[in-house]
């Protein structure tokens, strides 16, 4: 027989079970390591991302309100620089003789007023009216109770104007009213205005937004309100007595009962039983 070629059998190297153990464990070790590096990797920029998006955030913010405290300052500043103008131009108009009654329609002063006027606060066109009262450049007929007839014409005309949220007051509360007696207010917006422990004794609302106004321990004796618009507004517990009433809506208007029963038996709110 020919001779016959015994097969060779492979050898085949076998692994220890603990060995193999071993290499997953070390397999998964380093698998772990290699994330964890690649998440703060991946972190690090982020956290540094945040960090720079906030503070640049608070930058911005700290830039935007020193700016608004900057405008409102300069703001203020200006305002105050108009006022304090006005007030030296009427004193030099007195010295030329620009408010005497022989220079009406008194157009310098008027213009000057109408320009102050518009570039002021409310605070400001508040305290401009208590000035130009006390210089009798408005409300000049020397008026006791408000009921005598209109002899001066006001050398400041206040027709036209914008007052809304202006709030007139007593500097001493109920023990003095504040005198604004006489004064036209015309043709102007007062809406949500306040007159706080104020005489208006005589003064002239006609045709003007008295919307929302509050009427606080105020003397309205002979006031008149000829189409006013009076929506809302509060007369509670002012004067109203001789006080006159014409073309106007007085159902959201909040009177006494005491008042809405004089008025309903007369346009002029007299003392009634």
């Known amino acids: 027989m020919p001779n016959q070629v015994e097969p060779i059998e492979a050898i085949i190297p076998r692994t220890i079970k603990g060995e193999e153990n071993v290499s997953k464990r070390s397999y998964f070790k380093l698998t772990f390591h290699q994330l964890l590096s690649i998440l703060i990797t991946a972190t690090v920029p982020i956290v540094i991302g945040i960090y720079t998006g906030i503070a640049t955030y608070q930058q911005i913010k700290a830039a935007d309100e020193r700016r608004d405290f900057d405008f409102k300052q300069a703001t203020e500043l200006q305002r105050q620089h108009l006022y304090n103008n006005f007030i030296n131009d009427i004193y030099q108009l007195y010295k030329d003789g ?8 008194w157009a310098f002063v008027n213009a000057r007023f109408r320009v102050l006027h518009r570039q002021i606060d409310a605070l400001r066109k508040a305290y401009i009216l208590i000035f130009l009262k006390e210089k009798e450049l408005i409300g000049r007929d020397q008026c006791e109770n408000g009921c005598e007839p209109r002899v001066l014409n006001d050398i400041v005309r206040l ?4 007052f809304d949220g202006v709030q007139l007051s007593s500097e001493t509360g109920t023990l003095n ?11 102007v ?17 006609d045709h003007s937004q008295l919307n929302g106004v509050l009427f606080k321990n105020s003397l309205l004796t002979c006031a008149t309100f ?25 159902s959201t208007t909040k009177l006494t009962a005491h008042q809405l029963h004089c008025k309903k038996k007369r346009r002029i709110i007299n003392p009634c039983p």
């Open 98 to 105: 620009e408010l005497n009654d022989t220079r009406s329609p």
């Open 159 to 162: 027709n036209g104007l914008n």
């Open 177 to 187: 009213k504040l005198k604004f007696q006489c004064v036209k207010f015309d043709h």
């Open 189 to 205: 917006s007062l809406i949500d205005a306040t007159f706080a422990n104020v005489d208006l004794s005589g003064t002239a609302f």
């Open 226 to 250: 000829n189409g006013t618009h009076l929506n809302g507004t509060d007369f509670a517990d002012s004067n109203l007595e001789r006080a006159l009433f014409a073309n106007v809506n007085l």
